[in-house]
T-cell receptor, first 115, second 109 residues
Framework: DAEITQSPRHKITETGRQVTLACHQT?????MFWYRQDLGHGLRLIHY???????NKGEVSDGYSVSRSNTEDLPLTLESAASSQTSVYFC??????????????FGPGTRLTVL | GQNIDQPTEMTATEGAIVQINCTYQ??????LFWYQQHAGEAPTFLSY????GLEEKGRFSSFLSRSKGYSYLLLKELQMKDSASYLC??????????FGKGTMLLVSP
């Protein structure tokens, strides 16, 4: 069955370290998204991609970067982790734009703690 | 600008009906989504409305009024497993979604 996976599921790191969160989907979807979810803020878009070699900044992109070298993967990198980046991170994917193909399917999430 | 609002918390009794409202403001609008999210889990897709009116899917129904910037999710015959957060989100083009902060629904026996 097609799916979307994230790794690691839990990560503890120290302030200033570089951290990469992995996202892999086998839906063959063109669109991929990274969100963070914090109490009182809901889901906020960090970065997204419409296809290979395409990346775009979302609402809260400062301190994060992504790269898209193939259809299946969109890794999220925290260049220098800060305590404010402690959060739950969700990856999602969807087909190309238009009607209900905007429906996004979410991975299980990564809980990141920055000490 | 863009804005989306839904109540923070709601409580209801098992077997009852509950309506979760969502209002939004956006210059471009493609459609309105509802997702369910149990504690510690990922959001899962419930419904999508692009035209005005009611879409029924089993115990869950979703309504949209584009002119009023208003949607609701109706849950019938509530079960304990319906205790979860319900997220409203709109699509305004280019496949990105803007999410509300979610409504935490607590179903009691």
């Amino acid at each position: 069955d097609a799916e979307i996976t994230q790794s690691p599921r839990h990560k503890i790191t120290e302030t200033g370290r570089q951290v990469t969160l992995a996202c892999h989907q086998t839906w063959n979807h063109n669109n991929m998204f990274w969100y963070r979810q914090d109490l009182g803020h809901g889901l906020r878009l960090i970065h997204y991609s419409y296809g290979v070699q395409d990346t775009n900044k979302g609402e809260v992109s400062d301190g994060y970067s992504v790269s898209r070298s193939n259809t299946e993967d969109l890794p999220l990198t925290l260049e220098s982790a800060a305590s404010s980046q402690t959060s739950v991170y969700f990856c999602a994917s969807s087909e190309t734009a238009g009607s209900n193909t905007d429906t996004q399917y979410f991975g299980p999430g990564t809980r990141l703690t920055v000490l | 600008g863009q804005n989306i609002d839904q109540p923070t918390e709601m409580t209801a009794t098992e077997g009852a009906i509950v309506q979760i409202n969502c209002t939004y403001q956006t210059s471009g609008f493609n459609g309105l989504f509802w997702y369910q999210q149990h504690a510690g889990e990922a959001p899962t897709f419930l419904s999508y409305n692009v035209l005005d009116g009611l879409e029924e899917k089993g115990r869950f129904s979703s309504f949209l009024s584009r002119s009023k910037g208003y949607s609701y999710l109706l849950l019938k015959e509530l079960q304990m497993k319906d205790s979860a957060s319900y997220l409203c989100a709109f699509s305004s083009g280019y496949s990105t979604l803007t999410f509300g902060k979610g409504t935490m629904l607590l179903v009691s026996p």
